[in-house]
């Protein structure tokens, strides 16, 4: 029976491009061990069939650091947790323009700017549409914002201003959202990935992975975001940081990531899947593995409160891998 069914979804998204059903993803996710390779060809012929086999490469920077009031159970700039956190408030337009720079000198294609906060204050965003003007003049990247949950006049603005995509991630599905934030909502959430949409920005969603939710709650995370039909979705793993309510959460498996990214894959087949956050630490050797299982994308370079690894090391992975990068329309 299980060989069976990774040979009935083989044939509805590769003969018949078809989308699986919850049911029969969730049959693959209960799949054993015994059955990951044959998993992660599935998702490869899939990803070559729906998307272009090239990587995208993205930076990010974090323009504003910690002091959020809201209360995500894994994030290390809230006020909630006690981890350490340098507090940075001041935007610097200047500053984001070299970073953007460098970034691009270093092979990404894609930056973007993030902000803590449940969403961006008058004078931040001001700061960041200041940016945005800036990394237009004087680079050739595509340039993203993640500045929380906006209002209809601010995505108007940021789309007005060319940014061409919001992130605005679910971080998990509906019903584990209460486990990791009490201080909003599940809905407000979808509502501005929605409204971004709406205003001629291209969504980046996604979550992040090995928060305790089960493997039935990863499921229903991948088909919420295949509703909001997004751009791109990065895939995060839990890091779990001193002094944040997760920070003795034990990562995932490397196997139950890779797993996790060939069924992203298979739900969201035409999706630029990231992977993102936390991937060194818990994919660790078998990083390539990712890219093999359907990732197409990679945030390069350090996150937001945590090191990643240098583009250089990533860029001779793609080349052992013999995968280019590409830059996204």
């Known amino acids: 029976m299980s060989g069976e069914i990774i040979q009935f979804v083989r044939k509805k998204l590769l003969d018949n491009k078809e989308p699986i059903t919850f049911d029969e ?9 015994e059955h990951l390779l044959d998993l992660v060809s599935l998702s490869y012929k899939v990803m070559g069939e729906y998307k272009e086999k090239a990587i995208h490469l993205c930076a990010i920077i974090s323009a504003k650091t910690g002091n959020c009031p809201e209360d995500c159970a894994f994030c290390a700039q809230s006020i909630h947790s006690e ?57 050739n990247l595509s340039i993203g914002c993640s500045l929380g949950i906006l209002t209809e006049e601010q995505a108007t603005l940021l789309s007005k201003a060319g940014v061409n995509r919001y992130n605005h991630n679910l971080e998990t599905s509906r019903s584990f959202f209460p486990h990791i934030c009490t201080t909003h909502s599940y809905e407000e959430r979808v509502k501005t990935a929605t409204l971004v949409k ?27 975001l295949r509703d909001l039909d997004p751009a791109l979705v990065p895939i995060n793993f839990l890091n779990p940081r001193p002094g944040t309510a ?31 956050g936390g991937r060194e630490v818990v994919l660790r050797e078998l990083q390539p593995l990712a890219l093999l299982a359907g990732a197409n994308g990679l945030i390069t370079g350090n996150y937001l409160t945590t090191q990643g690894r240098s583009t250089e090391e990533d860029l001779q992975m793609l080349r052992d891998l013999n995968m280019p990068t590409v830059k996204l329309n």
């Open 25 to 33: 993803a969730y049959g693959l996710a209960l799949l054993g061990e």
């Open 83 to 139: 981890a350490p956190m340098s507090v940075s408030s001041i935007i610097d337009p200047s500053l984001i323009l070299k970073s953007a720079k460098e970034a691009e000198k270093s092979g990404a294609t894609e930056f973007c700017i993030v902000t803590s906060g449940k969403g961006p204050d008058k004078k931040t965003f001001r700061k960041v549409i200041d940016a945005v003007d800036l990394i237009h003049r004087y680079t």
């Open 198 to 224: 709406e205003k001629g920005m291209e969504l980046c969603c996604g979550g992040i992975l090995g928060m305790g939710e089960s493997r039935e709650q990863r499921v229903e995370l991948a088909f919420e």
């Open 246 to 276: 997760l920070a003795t959460k034990s990562p995932l498996t490397p196997i139950e990531a890779i797993k996790s990214i060939a069924l992203f894959r298979l739900i969201l087949p035409q999706s630029i899947l990231i992977c993102a």
